[in-house]
């Protein structure tokens, strides 16, 4: 499918916010990866998809996992926003014909993160948080500076936002957040350590 035969596709599948949303995840996904050397179209695509299935009604998205061959856990089957990585992952192949295996990786990582992410799965992680229509929230200043200079920097302020927040509402952590932000703790105090 043309890219431009995705994008209206996606706007009538998402709300006009999700949709500016997701333009501004390709946008600076693609910055990103003009920036640190990563595939662009792959960035691209990911960033433009990755909230495909983000609007799908919640009632229904473990039936529709079921029937596609989705894996879900008991996390997942409880907080149900987190199904969207998971689903849109398989409706960027089923529905928008995306056979590229990085990009459909990216949308699958880009809630919960996994330890030792690709560039392109950090720079479409970064994206979502920073692009340009996101609504203020207190780390955002400081992930966009980080992106400009040390993804795994920003992965891990990242993380530890995302994280904060998913406590502050009383709500479980899942164990592949709390696997990515060990992993990047420890990247990131080797690289301290090592320009020390
Ligand atoms: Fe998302
Ligand atoms: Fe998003």
Do not use: W
């Not at 856990?73 to 590229?100: C, F, N």
């Amino acid at each position: 499918m043309e890219l431009i035969a995705m994008e209206q596709k996606l706007k009538e599948t998402l709300s006009e916010r999700r949709y500016n949303h997701s333009l501004g995840v390709m946008e600076t996904a693609v910055k990103l990866a003009e920036r640190y050397g990563a595939d662009v179209e792959k960035a691209r695509l990911s960033g433009l998809l990755h909230d495909c299935a983000k609007d799908i009604d919640k009632a229904i998205m473990p039936e529709m996992c079921a029937a596609l061959g989705v894996p879900l856990d008991p996390v997942k089957l409880t907080h149900r926003s987190l199904i969207h990585a998971d689903l849109g992952a398989k409706l960027a192949e089923t529905e928008y014909g995306v056979t590229d295996g990085e990009v459909l990786d990216a949308i699958r990582y880009h809630t919960l993160g996994r330890p030792d992410m690709t560039l392109l799965e950090k720079i479409l992680y970064l994206a979502d948080f920073i692009e340009p229509t996101r609504k203020e929230f207190p780390a955002l200043a400081e992930l966009r500076r980080l992106s400009e200079i040390d993804l795994d920097l920003a992965t891990l302020r990242a993380l530890e936002s995302c994280i904060a927040h998913v406590k502050s509402q009383g709500k479980d952590v899942h164990k592949q957040s709390l696997d990515t932000l060990a992993f990047y703790q420890k990247l990131v105090e080797e690289k301290e350590r090592v320009m020390i």
